[in-house]
């Protein structure tokens, strides 16, 4: 019994890291306000948003060596981008982005 208790929890390791999705490789590095570097990507059409002429990009603030601050980035629906107001919300752990999905605060269908 002792034995299969160890060699499980000696295997556990090794579970957990095949269960990881593999770091995407295409994203574009850029240097943000304060000198912070970004990492994003645009996200393909018809994930969250259906209107192929609004674009959305995703990313990661790097804020420090551990702190990453994640971000989902949508254009304008109804006016020129260029122009148009910016709206930022801000999320915790509790109030994670998925509220937003599920909510329609952020998705359009």
């Known amino acids: 019994m002792r034995l299969a208790l160890t060699t499980l929890l000696a295997l556990a390791p090794c579970w957990s890291l095949a269960q990881f999705v593999p770091a995407p490789t295409d994203l574009i590095n850029a240097t943000g306000y304060a000198g912070i570097p ?54 915790s752990l509790l109030t994670s982005l998925s509220s937003s999905v599920a909510e329609g605060q952020c998705c359009q269908a």
């Open 38 to 91: 970004v990492r994003y990507k645009e996200v393909p059409t018809g994930i969250c948003e259906l209107d192929p002429h609004v674009k959305s990009y995703s990313g990661y603030a790097d804020v420090d060596v551990d702190q990453h601050i994640f971000f989902w980035f949508f254009e304008s629906r109804g006016s020129d981008p260029q122009t148009a107001p910016l709206t930022v919300r801000i999320h």
